[in-house]
C-alpha cells in the first residue's frame, strides 16, 4: 500500500488543493453481473466539472486470481461511463495500487504488467465526465467477472479531483466516423437493444469530427454483439439494423455507397492488428467474379468513448445487389418455385439439419448445415425437404466410388468454377476456418442455374498468422484436414473433389490465371499498402486505444510479434508471398490452356478465345477462316454449332450454365473456356 500512498501524494502535489474521496469493495460474482461499488459525495467544491477543475484520477485495488476475467468502468452521477479496462493480464493476479490518469498516465494500462501498481491510461477518457455536470451525486465503480472458475473482491477505491482536468474526448477522424449512443444501455449478446447512431464522411481530405451532423446516416438502429469467438473480445464486434424514425420498421438506407439494405456488420479491428485481412479476401473474390461483402474502414465512438477501427460492412443477404438469387417466397412449395433460392451454412450448431454422414474417426458427430436464408423460423416444410435432399443426393454422389463420373457423380450438381476459387482464396490464406464454419453456399431456381454454388468467402481474422499449427515454410493443405480436428467438423467435400483430375486441373487453371492479374504478389501488395496508407492516423489511435501490438491477441500467434503497425502489414506481405510460391510449386493439377486466352495454332492458323472466363460474348478469331465451330460441355454435349465462315466469331453464351466448356474450330478442339 506504500506505492499506493505515494501515488495520493504526487497527485495531490500536481493537481494541487485536490480532494480525494475513498469507497469499500466487496466480493465479486464469479462469471456472474456486473457489481456496483459507489461513493456518495456532498462535499465537492467546486461542483461543477471542466477543465479548471474536475476528475483526475481514479485508484483501485483489487485481489482477484485471474485478471483477464475483469472489466471495470466508472459511472459518473450523470449517468457518463468511462471504461477503465477491459480483461487484461491473462491469468495474473491483482490489481494493486492502479491508478487510472488521462494526464499523469504514462502508457495505456494494456501493455502494464500484473498487478498494475502505477499510474495508468485508462482505455477510456477520464475527461468525458468533466462535461459541466454536477459532481456531487453517487459515483459507482463497476466491475464484472466474465469467465468462471477464478474469485476476487474489490478491496477500496478512490475518486481524485484537481484543477487543469481533462476535457471531454473530441475526435477527428480522416476515415468514416461512426457515432453510436445507447442511452445509458449496455449493448447485449443474443438480444438486441434500440440506439441511435450517426455516420460521418466528409470526403477525401476532410475531417470528421464527433460533433459534426451525420451526413451519411443519422437515426434509429436496434445493435447486438454478434460473433462466436470474437464476441468475447475486449473490443466488441455488432450487428445493427436501421431503422425508420419510429422504432418500429426496419428501413433500407444506403450507406458508404453500399447498396440499400437495413442489416449491417460493424466488425472490430481487433483480432486482425492489419485491418486488411478480410477486406483483402473479399476483394480478390470479387476479382475472381463472384460476390464479396462491400465494406469500408471506420472508426467508432460508443457513448463517447472511443473504441477503435472497425469494419462497418454489409450482411451476407439475398438480393439483386448482393448474393443473386431469385426470391423465396413462403407460397413457393412446388415445382420450378420450389428449387430456388437458398443460401445455407456450415458453422457452428443452430437451425438446420443433420447429414447422414459422420467421419469414420468420430462416428458421433455428424455433418450437419444451417438455414440462412430462408431462416430456420420462416423456411417452409416444403423448402426444408428440398435443399435437405439436394444436399443429400450432391453428399451420397461425392461418398460414392463414382464420385468423379462425369454424369453420375459430384460434379452435375455444382458449380465447379465456385467451388475452385473458394479452395484457392481459402488455401492461399491459410484460413483454417475456411472448411470447417462460417462457410455458405447457395442456389438458385433451376431455370437459372441448378447447380449449387460455394460462397461468399467469409470470415478471415485467422488466416495469414504465424500460429502454433502452420508450417514454417507455409506448406500443407487446409482442404485435407482431419474432420474431427476442430471445433466443428471439417467438411470434406473439397478433398474429395480433388481427387479427380478434371477439378484439380480447373483448380490448377484458375491458379494459373489470376496469378498473372489480381493474385499477383505486387498487385496484393500495393493494396495492402494503399490501405495501410488510408488506416496511418486511425490506426495510431486504434494501438493507443488497444495496446495489443507486440503481445498477443485473438488469434493464438507465435513469436516474432509484430511492435509496430507497420511490421504488422510487412509480415502479412511476406506470409502471402511464402504461402503462394509454396502453392505455385504444388498445387496439383495441370492447366493445358491458360484461362485468361485459350490460345492454339492449327496448321499454319493461330485460334484465340477471349474473354475467360466469359459471363456473355465470348469471341473466337484465328488468322485463318473459320468454316465450323462447336462449344461442348464437360460431358461432351455439344450445346452450340455454327458454320460462319470467317475469321471472328461472336457467341452469346449468357444462357448457358456456369462451369468449364471446351470449342472446336475447323474440328480442333480449344482447350477450357469457363462460364460465369
Not at 439494423?241 to 455507397?257: E, G
Not at 475456411?434 to 488466416?463: E, Q, R, V
Request: charged share 15%; with cysteine; proline share 5%.
Amino acid at each position: 500500500m506504500k506505492k499506493f500512498f505515494f501515488v495520493l501524494a504526487l497527485v495531490c502535489s500536481f493537481y494541487g488543493n485536490a480532494q480525494t474521496f475513498s469507497g469499500t469493495g466487496g466480493s465479486i460474482p464469479d462469471a456472474g453481473p456486473a457489481v456496483n461499488f459507489t461513493i456518495s459525495l456532498s462535499g465537492l467544491t467546486p461542483a461543477t466539472l471542466n477543465h479548471t477543475h474536475g476528475l483526475v484520477q481514479v485508484c483501485i485495488n483489487i485481489n482477484h486470481t485471474y485478471d483477464g476475467d475483469l472489466e471495470a468502468k466508472l459511472v459518473a452521477p450523470d449517468g457518463t461511463v468511462v471504461s477503465l479496462f477491459t480483461n487484461i493480464g491473462g491469468g495474473d493476479d491483482n490489481f494493486t495500487g492502479t491508478c487510472f490518469d488521462s494526464v499523469l498516465g504514462t502508457a495505456p494500462i494494456g501493455t502494464g504488467v500484473a498487478p498494475y501498481t502505477g499510474v495508468y491510461l485508462p482505455e477510456g477518457c477520464l475527461g468525458n465526465i468533466n462535461n459541466g455536470q454536477n459532481g456531487n451525486g453517487v459515483w459507482t465503480l463497476q466491475v464484472k467477472d466474465d469467465a468462471a472458475v477464478d474469485t476476487g473482491s474489490v478491496i477500496d477505491w478512490s475518486i481524485t479531483f484537481g484543477a487543469d482536468a481533462p476535457i471531454p474526448f473530441v475526435m477527428a477522424s480522416d476515415i468514416p466516423l461512426v457515432v453510436l449512443n445507447t442511452h445509458g444501455q449496455s449493448i447485449p449478446d443474443g438480444s438486441k437493444i434500440f440506439a441511435n447512431m450517426k455516420i460521418i464522411d466528409n470526403g477525401t481530405g476532410s475531417l470528421n469530427h464527433s460533433g459534426d451532423p451525420g451526413n451519411i446516416y443519422d437515426g434509429n438502429i436496434d445493435i447486438t454483439i454478434r460473433g462466436a469467438t470474437s464476441a468475447f473480445y475486449p473490443q466488441k464486434p455488432y450487428g445493427l439494423t436501421t431503422y425508420k424514425s419510429d422504432s418500429t420498421t426496419d428501413s433500407n438506407v444506403v450507406i458508404l455507397n453500399m447498396p440499400s439494405e437495413h442489416d449491417w456488420i460493424l466488425l472490430s479491428g481487433y483480432n486482425d492488428k492489419s485491418f486488411i485481412r478480410n477486406t483483402l479476401m473479399f476483394k480478390l473474390f470479387n476479382d475472381m467474379g463472384h460476390y464479396a461483402t462491400r465494406s469500408r474502414h471506420c472508426e467508432l465512438i460508443l457513448n463517447g468513448e472511443y473504441e477503435g477501427v472497425y469494419i462497418f460492412m454489409e450482411k451476407i443477404k439475398r438480393d439483386s445487389n448482393r448474393v443473386n438469387i431469385s426470391k423465396l417466397r413462403s407460397i413457393d412449395t412446388a415445382g420450378l418455385e420450389l428449387t430456388g433460392g437458398y443460401i445455407f451454412e456450415h458453422n457452428y450448431p443452430d437451425s438446420g439439419w443433420t447429414s447422414a454422414y459422420a467421419p469414420d474417426s468420430c462416428t458421433s458427430r455428424f455433418y450437419d448445415y444451417q438455414y440462412n436464408y430462408p431462416s430456420g423460423a420462416s423456411i417452409q416444410p416444403q423448402q426444408r425437404g428440398y435443399i435437405e435432399q439436394f444436399v443429400d443426393t450432391l453428399e451420397n454422389r461425392l461418398f460414392s466410388p463414382l464420385f468423379a463420373d462425369p454424369v453420375l457423380g459430384y460434379r452435375p450438381k455444382i458449380n465447379s468454377t465456385s467451388f475452385a476459387d473458394y479452395l484457392i482464396c481459402n488455401e492461399m490464406s491459410w484460413n483454417i476456418d475456411g472448411f470447417k464454419k462460417s462457410m455458405f453456399f447457395y442456389k438458385n431456381k433451376d431455370n437459372h442455374d441448378s447447380t449449387l454454388h460455394a460462397g461468399p468467402i467469409w470470415d478471415f481474422d485467422w488466416s495469414m498468422k504465424r500460429t502454433p499449427w502452420t508450417p514454417a515454410d507455409y506448406s500443407g493443405w487446409t482442404y485435407n484436414a482431419p474432420p474431427c480436428s476442430g471445433d466443428v467438423l471439417y467438411l470434406p467435400w473439397w478433398n474429395i473433389m480433388m481427387g479427380d483430375t478434371v477439378f484439380q486441373n480447373e483448380v490448377r487453371c484458375r491458379w494459373d490465371f489470376f496469378r498473372e492479374h489480381s493474385f499477383r504478389s505486387d498487385s496484393i501488395n500495393h493494396y495492402i499498402d494503399s490501405m495501410a496508407f488510408l488506416l496511418n492516423n486511425a490506426q495510431q489511435r486504434h494501438f493507443a486505444r488497444w495496446a495489443v501490438l507486440g503481445i498477443n491477441t485473438g488469434t493464438p500467434e507465435v513469436p516474432p510479434f509484430s511492435a509496430s503497425y507497420a511490421e504488422e502489414t510487412d509480415t502479412l506481405k511476406s506470409i502471402i508471398q511464402q504461402r503462394m510460391n509454396w502453392m505455385d510449386l504444388n498445387l496439383p493439377g495441370h492447366c493445358y490452356t491458360p484461362l485468361g486466352v485459350a490460345q492454339e495454332k492449327t496448321g499454319t492458323s493461330t485460334i484465340v478465345c477471349y474473354p475467360n472466363p466469359v459471363h456473355q460474348l465470348l469471341t473466337v478469331s484465328a488468322s485463318d477462316q473459320i468454316n465450323s465451330l462447336s462449344i461442348s460441355d464437360v460431358f461432351g454435349r455439344v450445346v452450340f454449332m455454327g458454320n460462319p465462315a470467317s475469321v471472328q466469331v461472336q457467341v452469346d453464351v449468357a444462357d448457358l450454365a456456369s462451369g468449364v466448356y471446351f470449342v472446336k474450330v475447323n474440328e480442333v478442339e480449344m482447350k477450357k473456356f469457363v462460364k460465369q
